[in-house]
């Protein structure tokens, strides 16, 4: 049990700490994220980037979905 704690306790420490920088990670990405979007080859090429909604669309006028996934706003 001893050598549990032991384990642990670092453990649960480092979750702690982790927290508060993860969210300050997320917020730079979202705003990584949203001026990727603003880029004028995104926002003129009319791209959907709600995959949902390109779901729908592309079910609704009977095409295919060309999808490519990235991470380029990633740290």
Same mark, same amino acid.
């Given at each position: ?6 384990? #642990? &306790?670092?453990? +649960? #420490?480092? #979750?702690? @700490? &982790?927290? /508060?920088?993860?969210? =300050?990670? =997320?917020? *730079? @990405? =979202?705003?990584?994220? !949203?001026?990727? +979007?603003? *880029? !004028?080859?995104?926002? $003129?090429?009319?791209?959907?980037? *709600?995959? *949902? %909604? ?5 079910? !609704? %006028?009977?095409? #295919?979905?060309?999808? $490519?996934?990235?991470?380029? $706003?990633? /740290?």
């Amino acid at each position: 049990m001893t050598i549990t704690r032991h384990l #642990l &306790a670092p453990a +649960l #420490l480092g #979750l702690a @700490l &982790a927290a /508060p920088a993860a969210a =300050q990670d =997320q917020t *730079d @990405l =979202q705003a990584k994220y !949203e001026a990727k +979007l603003a *880029d !004028e080859f995104v926002s $003129y090429g009319g791209w959907i980037t *709600d995959y *949902d %909604q390109a779901r729908k669309i592309a079910k !609704e %006028q009977g095409k #295919l979905i060309f999808t $490519y996934f990235t991470r380029s $706003y990633s /740290p």
